[in-house]
């Protein structure tokens, strides 16, 4: 959840200086999430210790599942080189590990594979165990992309006004940004070789990134270079965030405030829950409205868009920016739903979709599995590869709506969380004479990616789940393979000018571009 809302006020500017004074609240969250041993009579799952044979049995587990049931095992890595990287880790594991280390080890495994729904679960959140000795994490949020710097996006001492939001950083304990990112990504798993999805996932938590790789107990202060949002640089020293005492400190101001009412958390409207995952915003200044999807996954999508584009007819809106930046996929029918709202001729989901087959080497700790045997009777016979296709999403033609089909410029917004069900909602519709793609390349491969039913591989010792997709998708097969993500046909990276003033640089460009025409 607090990836979640990391990764919301990121895209969402003007939210954030309404909520920078409980940055010190959050982090004491994301502290719990960081602690790699606590107090107490029974210590959480995730600091469980695992025998070296118990992770040995669990890494092959996972190995020969994916090896034999995930379709696109070999797609962008030989198969001979992730059998190698699996079979380095065997041999380096030789002491015992706690759960969430094994974890680590397990993400770095599959990483090769390149395929972003292919990853290993997050445990579960974890109860406010605090330990009995101090601990402390790097105390800034950093905003990081293709560049050698980064740039802060808040500080967890909220009154240090010189570290403060736009502050570009370039090192840390003399090593560059680079050096730290190049080790953080051999962890997070993408479709292919794209990159934005991998900065988009550390600029989510940095500190937690920073302190599961590198972080120690002894890390009581760091070492930074950066430059101040008035141009000078610096050469400085900053604590680290001691989770114990801001914790205590908290604890006594609650306590010495026991007039003061205890505030009450309010309670949402359905409407308001609705709004935090889909919404429409009309501009009548601009004659633009902005519909903004974070999943396809949520039920009422479709009858939401089609009140939508009755309103974007009624009031006669002739731009349109459908925002995906935070839109991680979902159903297919969802997105095929939008995408006949707005494209003009047929739409096909994709040219193949096929599955090796569910016959898994350790069937027991496969879940779905009762399921995944019963579709598999229905799909058919297997092609000349031994593959079982769904024929459905390859041959159906989707025509375009009639009533409220819109028809004016179309501007669709991506960016490293653009992924899966909403990459191919950006696939469809680019090139389309009145549609542009601005922002960032997407999460999601250009080419198409392994998904469609994605059960977990529950592991018997570590009770880990590692999610395996099943049917490779190709959207195009006359496409060339290019083992990217969906370019954009404006592309705009983050500058450290725009983070400090708050500014989104996407729809500051999307709005001046509509301004002028």
């Known amino acids: 959840m607090l990836l979640q809302f990391r ?112 990853a290993i679960r997050s445990l579960e959140p974890l109860p406010s165990y605090i330990k009995q000795k101090h601990d402390y994490i790097f105390p800034l949020y950093l905003k990081v992309w293709n560049n050698d710097s980064a740039v802060i996006l808040a500080n967890a001492f909220t009154k240090d006004s010189g570290l403060s939001r736009g502050v570009v950083i370039y090192s840390i304990n003399r090593l560059t940004i680079n050096n730290y990112l190049d080790s953080i990504f051999q962890f997070i798993s993408t479709d292919a070789y794209n990159q ?67 505030p009450k958390l309010p309670t949402l409207t359905r409407e308001q829950k609705r709004l935090q995952y889909r919404s429409l915003k009309i501009d009548t200044t601009l004659n633009m409205a902005v519909l903004d999807i974070k999943t396809f996954s949520k039920s009422g999508t479709k009858k939401f868009f089609k009140k939508s584009f009755r309103a974007l007819n009624k009031q006669g809106i002739k731009n349109l920016v459908v925002e995906l930046r935070s839109n991680g996929g979902g159903r297919l029918d969802n997105s095929t739903n939008l995408i006949r709202y707005l494209k003009k001729d047929n739409y096909r989901v994709a040219d193949s979709i096929y599955t090796r087959g569910f016959d898994f080497p350790y069937p027991k700790y496969v879940t779905q599995r009762f399921w995944l045997n019963l579709e598999y009777l229905f799909l058919g016979k297997k092609d000349a590869n031994g593959n079982k296709h769904l024929k459905h999403y390859e041959k159906t033609q989707h025509k375009p709506f009639r009533k409220n089909h819109f028809d004016g410029n179309i501007y669709i917004v991506t960016g490293g969380s653009t992924f899966s069900a909403s990459t191919l909602f950006t696939n469809a519709l680019q090139g389309q004479d009145n549609v542009l793609v601005v922002g960032e390349e997407t999460g ?19 009770k880990i789940k590692v999610r395996i997709p099943l049917f ?35 729809m500051h460009y999307i709005e001046k571009r509509i301004s002028k025409s």
């Open 444 to 462: 999601g491969g250009n080419y198409g990616n392994t998904a469609i039913h994605i059960p977990d591989i529950v592991l018997p010792h570590s």
């Open 7 to 118: 990764n919301y006020i990121c895209t969402n500017q003007n939210l954030v200086k309404s909520i920078n004074n409980f940055y010190s609240i959050i982090f004491l969250f994301i502290s719990a999430a960081l602690i790699t041993s606590c107090a107490g009579t029974k210590p959480p799952h995730a600091f469980t210790k695992l025998g070296p044979q118990q992770m040995k049995q669990e890494l092959q587990i996972v190995h020969q599942t994916l090896k034999n049931n995930h379709p696109s095992y070999s797609w962008f890595t030989p198969a001979e080189k992730i059998d190698s990287n699996f079979q380095a880790i065997y041999n380096s594991i030789n002491d015992s590990l706690n759960v969430q280390q094994f974890r680590m080890i397990l993400s770095k495994a599959v990483e090769p594979i390149k395929c972003g729904h292919t």
């Open 472 to 506: 490779r998708m190709v959207l195009n097969k006359d496409k060339e393979l290019v083992p990217r993500g969906i370019f954009p046909n404006v592309e705009i990276p983050p500058t450290a000018e725009f983070i400090k003033n708050n500014i989104d640089p996407k």
């Open 196 to 262: 934005t999805h991998k900065y988009q996932i550390v600029s989510n938590n940095f500190p937690a990134w920073f302190k599961n790789i590198y972080g120690s107990k002894s890390d009581t202060a760091f070492n930074i270079t950066g430059r101040y949002t008035n141009g000078n640089y610096f050469d400085t020293t900053i604590l680290g965030y001691d989770i114990v005492y801001q914790d205590s400190l908290l604890k006594a101001k609650r306590k010495a405030d026991t007039l003061s009412p205890k």
